[in-house]
């Protein structure tokens, strides 16, 4: 079992909606976790970091965890196509205090 | 001063060859990473250096070499690398060890091994 799994994609949606996307994690120990936007030839960029449960709110992007579930979400409202990217779901095991374990990544397509 | 500077961006080297990555940040951050990163792969740890010191080897090939000469620096040494050791190679950084507030990555240095 992969320690961060997502959802290869590509997800498309068009301008202006809800874009969801979904990361699952096995540490059950897990403290921090984290998004990341990665165009094509570039390096990750944060976005967003969530440590509690609940939901998390910035501009456009909502992260949601849910421990009990290992789950934890990001939310892009008003979608636009200079969000099309890859989203790297990041999380810190149990053990580690500095080292972050990437999912695979979701491929988003904004259509405009 | 926010950023995480990488050098060279771009490196072709031959499998004979010695090179080294370089990396450097003036945020004060206390530990720093190396991170490789195939195409349409995520990124995959190296090493990790909290308070200058190496805490984390990912089982890497002795090829790469790791140093960190202060906090602000981070060196990668390579030498007779392979074909299949081609790929973006990033580093990044962060406040410390502990409570992870994130990294900040740097703009990486794409490796072509020839």
């Known amino acids: 079992q992969k320690e961060v799994e997502q959802n290869s994609g590509p997800l498309s949606v068009p301008e202006g909606a809800i874009a969801s996307l979904n990361c699952t994690y096995s540490?059950?120990?897990?403290?921090?976790f984290f998004w990341y936007r990665q165009y094509s030839g570039k390096s990750p960029e944060l976005i967003m970091f969530i440590y509690s449960n609940g939901d998390k709110e910035d501009g456009r992007f909502t992260a949601q965890l849910n421990k009990a579930s290992q789950y934890v979400s990001l939310l892009i409202r008003d979608s636009q196509p200079s969000d099309s990217a890859t989203y790297l779901c990041?999380?810190?095991?149990?053990?580690?205090?500095?080292?972050?374990?990437f999912g695979a990544g979701t491929i988003l397509r904004v259509k405009s | 001063d926010t950023e995480v500077t990488q050098t060279p961006k771009h490196l072709v080297m031959g499998m004979t060859n010695k090179k080294s990555l370089k990396c450097e940040q003036h945020?004060?951050?206390?530990?720093m990473y190396w991170y490789k990163q195939k195409a349409k792969k995520p990124p995959e740890l190296m090493f990790v250096?909290?308070?200058?010191?190496?805490?984390i080897n990912e089982s890497v090939p002795s090829r790469f070499s790791p140093e960190c000469p202060n906090s602000s620096l981070l060196n990668l040494h390579l030498h007779a690398l392979q074909p299949e050791d081609s790929a973006l190679y990033l580093c990044?950084?962060?406040?410390?060890?502990?409570?992870?507030?994130?990294?900040?990555f740097g703009s990486g240095t794409r490796l072509t091994v020839v």
């Open positions: 990044a950084s962060s406040q410390g060890a502990g409570f992870n507030y994130g990294y900040t």
């Open positions: 250096y909290s308070y200058e010191k190496l805490s």
């Open positions: 540490d059950r120990g897990s403290q921090s």
């Open positions: 990041a999380v810190t095991p149990g053990e580690y205090g500095n080292k972050l374990v």
């Open positions: 945020m004060g951050h206390r530990a």
